[in-house]
């Protein structure tokens, strides 16, 4: 067994107050920006939802590893990881549906006239039902080791719609044998898309189409970040239905690693003046350059171990 | 009594099939355990088909409407790295199919994924034409139907090669 084991459970008591925490400033500062009528503070407000939706990928994850160490304890009953564990997906997928969202009202702006109104608005309806199921994904999470905080009986009512609930889907995969393989092809053609479109845009930036602008590119960035939204549930849909599979394999935490440095990087390309900069025929700024090649090599890297994952780590 | 006519030369295929197969690289490929060995290709051919397809897909929803702000002839530079991807994507392939000859070329999955992959290469050339001597430079409506091509051929293609690993050879 791998000694990195031992930290996830530690790992996961930190990065879980991330997707409460965040949302709760986040939600603070749209609020403020939008009473304020103040776009740089809701582009703020905006790059941070889109922050907390990448760190709830490694609490998941971590959540699932920490799970399976648990799962071993007599005294910590199965029921109530369960009931949390549910509320913390259907929490996550509020939180990445939020972050998305908050992603699309940057991107929108950046194409010019402002922040749209209809996507801001819509993010703050999705952060704060983020909000509530993470809070209760939280209390449901003390819970199955502080018992002294038990308020009713954990092991009684269910949390959630039925198809959404982690043992449905595990049923759901292992039932229809064409899901796994059918998702799979999904996932490849996901990668290729997102991929593409990352090496289409940050290839303007190395220097290869020097009579396009920048600002021309950036209109391709939605299908990338849709691709890159498809691979999410995938990923997720292979993660829940055989977890012994991914949450102690170091392939991928690396991949998650690179995912969450890829993700940021991604902003990078959606809000900042750096590579907006490259008009046609126009240099491009240093920092835009080492952020293109740096966006290269971690959509790569995130595909190598992902590719490992039955060779470095051990899966299938 | 002489044996058919094609029966020794199918012999002979095979037998030269397994040689290939059975060479010291291939095993060393296929058990030597390194990452540099099998795990190594395979990536190369993920990387490179990620790199076709993708930028294939991009082009393509040029030509569909999205980004019309690009020019149409300077994309040309993207056609020679998508070459460059796919020599890597069809050399990674090759050795990958060579180390895993009878059960590949006994596949019909295998057969379906390659005609998908000349049809989208295919459609990727005609998109290169269209770039070049747009029919319209902003819509591009001449590319329109390649780029669909591509788009569907790509997918196909992918698919085909995820389904490889879980159909078995033929009968």
Known sequence: MNPMNLNLPHLHLLLNHIPTVGTVIALGLLATALARKSDALARAALELFY??????????????????ILVDIPEVSAEAMARHHDAALIGSVLMLITGGLAWLALWQSRQGGGHKSGTTWSVLVFAALTLATMGGAASLGGEIRHPEMLVGDPTTGDIGPAWLRAASIQALVTDYVWLWPGLEALHFVGLAVLFGVIVVVNARL???MPAVSYAALHRLLPWGALALGLNVVSGMLFMIATPEQYA?????????VLLVLAGANLLYLTTSDGPFRAGPHQPVPAMAKAMAVSAI????????FGRMLPF???AF | MRAPAGAGQRHFSMDFIELLEQSAPMVWLREGGSLWGYPAILF????????????????GLRFLGFGRKIPLPSLQPLFSLMWAAFALTAASGLILLIADASNKLASAVFYVKMLFVILALLCVVRLKSAAAMPADPVSGSNGRLWALGALFCWAAAITGGRLMAYLGPIG
């Open chain 1, 312 to 314: 470095i780590g051990g």
């Open chain 2, 44 to 59: 190369a051919h993920t990387l490179g088909l990620g790199t076709v397809a993708g930028v294939s897909t991009a082009i």
């Open chain 1, 51 to 68: 922050g907390v939706a990448l760190l709830t990928l490694p609490a998941y994850v971590t959540g699932l590893a920490t799970a399976r």
């Open chain 1, 297 to 304: 090599l971690l959509w790569a890297g995130v595909m190598y």
């Open chain 1, 206 to 208: 190395l220097g290869l």
């Open chain 1, 248 to 256: 102690d394999n170091i392939s991928f935490h690396a991949k998650l």
